[in-house]
């Protein structure tokens, strides 16, 4: 088992690419939903309807796929969270049946 380091090191890569992925794709939903509302009240002040239904529209799904990813990345964030190694590196290299006591 003393390749158990390695394959830590690149789920803790990997984990890190996932954050960093939704992070960016958070920031790119929240910049839509700012861009939706901005159309829509550039459609209300410029009175046209059509761009107020599409920005409106366009709002509350970017913020639905927003809600989507944090709620991913909450999932994501919650089941990496690791506690202390408690296994003993010593005992865990060992074959098992030699850890037993005999009974004299």
Known sequence: ?????????RVNSVR?????MTTKSQNRTLGLAVLAILAAIGGELLGAPLLVSIGVTGFFLA?????????????VGV???S??????PVLTDRDPLSTRQRKH
């Open 1 to 9: 088992m003393r390749h158990n380091g390695r394959c830590r090191m």
């Open 16 to 20: 890190a690419q996932v954050i960093h």
């Open 63 to 75: 913020v639905a796929g927003l809600l989507a990813l944090m709620t991913v990345s909450l999932v």
């Open 79 to 81: 089941s990496h969270i």
């Open 83 to 88: 506690g202390p190694d408690m296994r003993d």
